[in-house]
């Protein structure tokens, strides 16, 4: 698979508003034929399941599933901001999905955290810089 390939299937799934492996549901339960049943609870409640989960396609069934929020992509100031902040370029495709995209937000579990800051406020540059101070940490050992 070439990278434009990938980056064609992203945005479409991105376009679609399918790109992310959770989504909210209105509560409810599964009945015995595997209908939706919605519970009473206060408006606004959602419960976040699995996509693809029976919860998620029978709540899909029922109409009862939020929309995920469109996603913007980067701009070239804030993707060379983090490049700059890493101390490296980031991979092209990468790149590309970010400035073409989005900004973070798609793919497995919470998404890919954005060149800049995201919608859930974390961004790629701190993440690399965490989970750098945890593997340096581990690589250490017990004090």
């Known amino acids: 698979m070439r990278e ?8 479409a799934r991105v376009a ?3 790109y992310s492996d959770d989504v909210l549901i209105r ?4 009945d015995a034929n595997g209908n939706w049943l ?11 399941v699995v996509r693809g989960s029976q919860e998620h396609l029978a709540a899909l069934a029922a109409d009862v ?14 993707v060379d901001d983090a490049e700059r902040v890493l101390g490296h370029p980031l991979p092209p495709l990468l790149r590309r ?9 798609f793919g497995p579990v919470l998404g890919v ?19 750098s101070n945890r593997i340096g940490r581990e690589r250490r050992g017990p004090g």
Do not use: H, K, M
């Not at 509560?27 to 599964?30: A, I």
């Not at 919605?38 to 976040?48: A, C, D, F, K």
């Not at 954005?114 to 965490?130: E, I, P, Q």
């Open 97 to 105: 999905i970010y400035l073409e995209v989005a900004n973070g937000g």
């Open 38 to 48: 919605l519970s009473p609870v206060p408006e606004g409640t959602r419960w976040l």
């Open 16 to 18: 679609a508003r399918d």
């Open 27 to 30: 509560p409810g339960d599964l």
């Open 113 to 131: 955290a954005g060149g800049c800051t995201d919608d859930l406020g974390r961004t790629t540059a701190a993440s690399n810089s965490r989970t």
């Open 65 to 78: 599933v939020d929309p995920l929020p469109p996603l913007e992509p980067a701009s070239v100031p804030a």
């Open 4 to 11: 434009d390939d990938v980056l064609r299937g992203i945005a």
